[in-house]
């Protein structure tokens, strides 16, 4: 007697308990796929929300006074090409998003109404791209050459069309196209000008200086700030490194809450299907007790009559797992549509874990039959048969 021609006859003879226990696979299959891709989903949505608070590590050379920092007074310069010396290391891997910046008081901006002011301005570099790292999207503050962002308080006092204009240190009066007049709420860019770093060097006459860098620090073993400031002091023992705690925290407590939330849900739902599973199973178990009976008497081993129960578990956990992964990948791109701003284009399914699923989900499946299984061994046969 072949064992799969048996189970596959038991399967269509057995239609609603067969197809109760195929649905409940399916179901566990998609609910599983459904909250796992949306929680991948879920975490590049956290992430570019996130990355919307801002970079949260600074650079700035040793000794500089962090009150005149904080306060944009200026500070100690250092060579803009630090941040090529980093980005070519092989071992600086602790900090991303390397954006060099020189920051400093303007004061005596003389806006279109001859009203004079003390401004912030600032240069941003592009952001240096990490050669040995995988490559991320972009988070620098990103300003065309020969053009400015202004802040808010400026906005009012430039009418809409005219050119931001500004006194160089040469003297010469410098005009820039304004790209972009920034909402309130950017800090210090609310009173000032942010320019692309080549040109506020050539305004200012300082080319090849910055004095900060902004960066963003990775989730590491040894700790955040520690280990960013022992690989940035590797390398240029005369800078200094800081955190921005506020972000930095922020970002971690909702990463951790996402890997929380996630370890706790997807087993669960598992849990619960295999013994919704196991006891179909030992339903279906006990509704075959003559079938059983009949082949022990026959002279089945019971190694055969777990086998049978198993094979029909597999066989079942891998067609319910190969439904529901595209069930849950439909449902995850559906809904993730209505859920997620930033990345509903990018949900797509996670092929990959299609085969993880043709894997797992034939295998809990023989798991949640296996007591069932052992249950129809112990059925006896002479007693099963003289109740006929």
Known sequence: MNPLKLVLKELFYRKVSSLIIFVTVIAASTVFVAI???????????????????????????????????????????????????????TFDAVRHLTGILQLKYPNWIDPNG??????VMGYKDEAIQRYLRKQELMGFDV?????????????????????????NDGEQYEFEIA?????????????????????????????????????GCVCHDG??????????????????????SIANARENQRQMMNKYGSFIIPFILIVAMLISALLFYSNVNSRKNEIGIMKAMGKSKLFIVLIILLKAFIIGLLGSFI?????????????????????????????????????????????????????????????????
């Open 224 to 245: 955040r700030i520690k280990n960013a400031r022992q690989q940035v002091q590797g390398i240029f023992p005369d800078l200094e490194v800081t955190e921005v705690s």
């Open 144 to 168: 065309p050459q020969g053009k400015v962002h202004i802040g808010a308080l400026l906005s009012m006092n430039i009418p809409e069309g005219e050119k931001f204009k500004i006194t160089g």
């Open 324 to 388: 529901g992964f595209f069930a849950g990948s439909f449902i995850a791109e559906y809904f993730g549509k209505e859920i997620f701003s930033f990345t509903a284009a990018s949900i797509k399914p996670l092929w990959w874990l299609l085969g993880s699923s043709l894997v797992i989900f034939p295998v809990l499946w023989m798991i949640s039959s296996w007591i069932p299984a052992l249950l129809a061994t112990r059925i006896d046969a002479a007693k099963t048969l003289s109740q006929e």
């Open 36 to 90: 796992y891709t949306l929680s991948k989903a879920s975490e590049n949505e956290t992430r570019k929300i996130m990355r919307e608070q801002g970079l949260n590590l600074y650079i700035f050379p040793k000794g500089t006074n962090l009150i005149d920092f904080y306060a944009v007074n200026n500070t100690p310069t250092f060579p803009e090409n630090y941040i090529d010396t980093l980005s070519e290391s092989k």
């Open 180 to 216: 972009q007049r920034l909402e309130e709420g950017k800090g210090m860019l609310d009173q000032g000008v942010a320019f692309h770093l080549d040109d506020l060097q050539k305004l200012l006459n300082m080319e090849g200086k910055i004095n900060k860098i902004e960066a963003l």
């Open 115 to 120: 009203s004079r002011h003390q401004i912030v």
